[in-house]
């Protein structure tokens, strides 16, 4: 199905509807509009603050140099500093940088953390690059951006093909450049040296906490719950093994070479160690498999997108057969695929909702290295529901008093802290 919907250019196209910036500006257009914010504040909300571009020389392993772009993107610093993550891929792009950065201000707004967005990345292919390049590659590039980064400024995080490893790496040259430890700088360490606890299974346990709310609104309970998760890495491997040890039904498992499918409810841990032994969840002897296509329209009343971004489209967002929508990934629905959603009724929590348990365990790992001292792993789990059953509850009475579906809702609850923030402080100068 193809639908007419408009970007803010007054037309679109199928190639745009996979553009996560015109994707971004498009629900943000209709939240301003909605919100009345007049044009100067929409000028503000729109623009990035600050954009980084950086061209780092790398000696690689066999004594070339090598030239890498890198980019940091700050959207927003109205309500504190700068926070989101740096992806490492050879399709990073400044447009792409600026919308996730966007999309931080706005989730860290909806889970009212004191946090603004930014976002970086370095256009580089990991996989054909050694450790040691890696290591490389981070190093030069957080010297290159230090000034520009700090936990009081703008505290980067992992995000696609880095990990807590290079987290580690910016977190040392940033401390050495600063002549003293500043753990601060980064979240999504290792432990060991000021990561938190609980980080793991952040994104995941978020993604648990909203849809019992959703439950809890909708009258259903977790026993009689199906649900369907498609990518079974962190974010979806760590709701599969929450949910699923909460009681609810996981039916049905989606990775990219496949799914497996058991109606009467998966035995997530078992599937986890038939994946580490085998490389793959497929010819798991506790489900059958399935075409993974098929899969993604099966009869549910939970499904969690929890891989990559544009596989709700409008193309195929009518064949979907799920009651409720829990966008663990970022972006999973395209804009277009939104009025679709509406249409059918899907329950829908958006991604800067569903999948905000990630930075707000970030943020607590940033206040944890700030003051010197760490939570245990159930003082952080117990905030992490109390951030997020706050920010469920929030969203929805936006929705019901504005009368907008929940994506709406969540974008007008953002856009209008942030405004708040700015208006509160005034424009400089
Ligand atoms: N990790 C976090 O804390 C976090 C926080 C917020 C949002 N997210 C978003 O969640 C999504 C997943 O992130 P992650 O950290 O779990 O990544 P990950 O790499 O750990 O896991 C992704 C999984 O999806 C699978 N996959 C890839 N393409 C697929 C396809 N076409 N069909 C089915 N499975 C596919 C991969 O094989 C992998 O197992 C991304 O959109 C990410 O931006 C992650």
């Not at 981070?138 to 980064?149: P, Q």
């Not at 409008?314 to 509406?342: H, Y």
């Not at 569903?354 to 940033?366: H, I, R």
Request: hydrophobic residues 40%.
């Amino acid at each position: 199905m193809i639908l007419e919907a408009t970007t803010p250019s007054g037309h679109t196209s199928e190639l745009d509807e996979f553009n996560p910036r015109l994707s971004a500006e498009a629900r943000f257009d209709s939240a301003a509009t909605k919100l009345r914010l007049d044009d100067g504040m929409q000028k503000v909300l729109r623009t990035p603050s600050r954009e980084i571009i950086v061209h780092i020389p790398v000696m690689l392993d066999d004594g070339r140099i090598e030239v890498f772009t890198g980019y940091r993107v700050q959207h927003s610093i109205a309500r504190g500093p700068a926070k989101g993550g740096i992806r490492y891929a050879p399709d990073v792009s400044l447009d792409e940088v600026r919308a996730l950065a966007a999309w931080m201000t706005w989730k860290c707004a909806v889970v009212n953390i004191p946090f603004g967005g930014g976002k970086g990345g370095v256009i580089c292919d990991p996989p054909l690059l050694s450790d040691a390049e890696l290591e490389r590659i981070t190093r030069r590039y957080t010297a290159e951006i230090f000034d520009f980064i700090g936990p009081e400024v703008d505290v980067p995080a992992p995000d696609m093909n880095t990990n807590e490893q290079t987290m580690a790496w910016i977190m040392d040259t940033y401390s050495m450049h600063a002549r003293q430890a500043q753990a601060a700088v980064v979240t999504g360490k290792p432990i060991t040296i000021g990561g938190s606890r609980g980080r793991t299974e952040a994104t995941g346990r978020g993604c648990m906490i909203v849809t019992d709310q959703a439950l809890r609104r909708l009258g259903f309970d977790r026993a009689s719950t199906r649900v369907v998760i498609q990518g079974f890495g962190n974010v979806g491997g760590m709701a599969a093994k929450l949910m699923s040890r909460a009681g609810y039904k996981i039916i049905c498992i989606i990775e990219y070479d496949g799914a497996v499918y058991n109606p009467k409810g998966l035995d997530i841990p078992a599937l986890m160690k038939h994946r580490a032994e085998t490389g793959s969840i497929l010819g798991f002897a506790g489900g059958e498999d399935m075409d993974k296509n098929e899969a993604f329209f099966l009869e549910t009343d939970v499904l969690i997108p929890a891989a990559k971004e544009n596989v709700i489209t409008s193309q195929n967002a009518d064949r979907l057969r799920t009651k409720i929508l829990c966008e663990g990934a970022n972006g999973p629905s395209t804009q277009l695929a939104d009025p679709v959603l509406a249409y059918k009724g899907i329950f829908v929590i958006p991604d800067i909702l569903a999948n905000a348990g990630g930075v707000t365990v970030s943020y607590f790992e940033w206040v944890q290295d700030r003051q010197g001292y760490f939570w245990s792993e159930q003082t952080v789990n117990d905030r992490l529901e109390e951030v997020m059953v706050d920010s469920f509850q929030a969203v929805m009475a936006y929705a019901d008093k504005h009368m907008v579906n929940n994506r709406l809702a969540a974008y007008m609850l953002s856009l209008d802290r942030v405004a708040q923030a700015i208006r509160l402080r005034g424009i400089y100068a």
